[in-house]
């Protein structure tokens, strides 16, 4: 099993900056993938963005590209999420998940662990 714990969530006025980080524990050699996804108020969980985990590959959704940024630092078994110029609409709970395949995936089901969560509010 995997265990991820995400934190650094809060509130941010627009235009700000706040940077995520979701620690990995357990078999973590098993994870090939790591990806975060929030869900808004009243809205269905939505991808933000993906890595490998050696870092090499990334992918982002259309909203956040340009302003955030996945990382990872594997000698702490850590991904990050650098959210910058963030607006009103990026208000929501945000989760990291891990999936043992290779494929960068936007695909919620195809992710085998999830974090809690840690919300995120962006006020205008």
């Known amino acids: 099993q995997v265990q991820l714990v995400e934190s650094g969530g809060g509130l941010v006025q627009a235009g700000g900056s706040l940077r995520l980080s979701c620690a990995a524990s357990g078999r973590t050699f098993s994870i090939n993938t790591m990806a975060w996804f929030r869900q808004a108020p009243g809205k269905e969980r939505e991808f933000v963005a993906a890595s490998s985990w050696s870092g090499g590959s990334t992918y982002y959704a259309d909203s956040v590209k340009g302003r955030f940024t996945i990382s990872r630092d594997n000698a702490k078994n850590t991904m990050y999420l650098q959210m910058n110029s963030l607006k009103p609409e990026d208000t929501a709970v945000y989760y990291c998940?891990?999936?043992?395949?290779?494929?960068?995936?936007?695909?919620?089901?195809?992710?085998?662990?999830w974090g809690q969560g840690t919300q995120v509010t962006v006020s205008s």
């Open positions: 998940a891990a999936r043992r395949g290779t494929a960068l995936s936007y695909t919620e089901r195809q992710y085998d662990y």
